[in-house]
């Protein structure tokens, strides 16, 4: 499986933007980009995934590099409510790893009042 | 509301014990998950089974077992050949998006043996 690198740590003051890299070199044409947060003792929670085009929600932006060997989750405004750990997964989506997720070690999001 | 339940939230056994870990989903979707998390770790899988009556091992299996008799239910049973089975449970299950799957997860379960 694809692997992606994450930095361990990020801290941001509330009501200002934040911009969560992640890096995947050894990104094949095939892998869609996720993004997954996990607040204290809960379950993961979906964020954004995408292709190739940059995509938005209502949680989030996500900005593919081009090559597609880099991405960046951005949160537009942070709240305290975004402090979780933020996990950058690449999804092969067919075969025999239909739907299959490898969750790294993530990005711990300190949100600062 | 539709989701995913996990019962119960926290669970407590004695080392030797099987015990069985409950997962139910109302969100109609085919796939479903189990995957074990220890402290200041990632999500490991340890089961996923993509429909009824058909299921396969992940990363992890080695002391884990499963069944898929119904759509909605993907009961995990954790046996007394799990060599650390102290660790946090979660059950997700997945619709497809825009051409890939997308995974809910429900609230999980503490399981601890003692």
């Known amino acids: 499986d694809a692997k992606t690198t994450q930095p361990n740590s990020m801290e941001s003051n509330e009501e200002e933007p934040v911009h969560l890299p992640c890096n995947h070199s050894?990104?094949?044409?095939?892998?869609?980009i996720h993004w997954y947060r996990q607040l204290p003792s809960q379950g993961p929670e979906y964020v954004i995934h995408?292709?190739?085009s940059n995509v938005n929600n209502r949680m989030a932006s996500l900005a593919i590099a081009e090559d597609r060997k880099s991405s960046t989750l951005i949160l537009h405004r942070a709240t305290l409510r975004d402090a979780a750990v933020y996990y950058c997964?690449?999804?092969?989506?067919?075969?025999?790893?239909?739907?299959?997720?490898?969750f790294g070690q993530g990005t711990i999001l300190t949100v600062h009042p | 509301d539709g989701g995913i339940t996990q019962s119960p939230k926290y669970l407590f056994r004695k080392e030797g014990q099987n015990v069985t870990l409950s997962c139910e989903q109302n969100l109609n979707h085919d796939a479903m998950y189990w995957y074990r998390q220890d402290p200041g770790q990632g999500l490991r899988l340890i089961y996923y089974s993509q429909i009824v009556n058909d299921f396969q091992k992940g990363d992890i299996a080695e002391g884990y077992s499963v069944s898929r008799e119904k759509k909605e239910s993907f009961p995990l049973t954790v046996t007394s050949a799990q060599k650390n089975p102290t660790a946090f449970y979660l059950c997700?299950?997945?619709?497809?998006?825009?051409?890939?799957?997308?995974?809910?997860f429900g609230p999980g379960t503490r399981l601890t043996v003692l």
């Open positions: 997964i690449l999804s092969y989506a067919g075969g025999t790893s239909y739907g299959k997720l490898t």
């Open positions: 997700a299950s997945s619709m497809r998006d825009r051409g890939t799957d997308t995974q809910y």
């Open positions: 050894t990104i094949s044409g095939t892998d869609y």
């Open positions: 995408g292709l190739t």
